[in-house]
């Protein structure tokens, strides 16, 4: 799955859940922390495997369920010190959403093919096919179709709920391009 499907799958499953849960939409932080959750695998694996070589194949470590299941606790453990739970449970959120997104369709028909990366390292991985890079995959790896099409459409339906819901974590981003424009006109001036 494409980076924005992942982050789509993972705002429809937290804005339900606060919305049921709160009955509110996603607050700020969470909602940054949630998106970082929802790239995190690929952002471990990918890099390690298709540019410096040290992950076999691009879902492995960060996205085994043995990796999860020590990571998302931790995660969880240190935002309840920072007393930020609600972040903790919003990244563990993004996480496990793009491990379940990833799991080929195939496999609610019983075609467990595919799903290997789930238990890396202790299951062995079918080969890739060799990647160059990242701009290499994003080139030639991947083809668009009908999977990449329904992507797309979670990923506009995603944007409608985010900004019904208010655009939570928009505001992070206006502050640091204000901080960032602040600081290059103390520089310049």
């Known amino acids: 799955m494409w980076p924005w499907g992942h982050v789509a799958v993972a705002y429809l499953l937290y804005t339900a859940y606060t919305h049921r849960r709160f009955d509110r939409p996603p607050l700020a932080a969470p909602a940054v922390a949630l998106a970082v959750g929802s790239q995190f695998p690929d952002l471990i694996d990918k890099p ?71 238990l890396w390292p202790l299951v062995e991985q079918p080969p890739e096919e060799p990647v160059d890079g990242i701009l ?10 009908p999977y990449e099409l329904v992507q797309f459409g979670l990923f506009a339906l995603a944007a409608i709920v985010w900004f019904r819901d208010g655009a939570p974590g928009l505001e992070y981003a206006r502050r640091l391009i204000s901080s960032a424009t602040d600081r290059r006109a103390d520089r310049s001036g």
């Open 48 to 118: 390690l495997a298709w540019t410096v070589s040290v992950l076999p194949g691009g879902r492995t470590l960060g996205h085994s369920l043995l990796f999860a299941a020590l990571l998302v606790p931790a995660v969880y453990v240190l935002a309840t010190r920072l007393e930020r739970r609600d972040v903790g449970i919003a990244f563990g959120i993004g996480h496990l959403s793009h491990l379940a997104a990833d799991v080929p369709p195939s496999a609610l028909t019983g075609d467990l093919s595919g799903t290997e990366f789930l």
């Open 136 to 145: 290499d995959a994003i080139l030639h790896y991947y083809a668009m179709g």
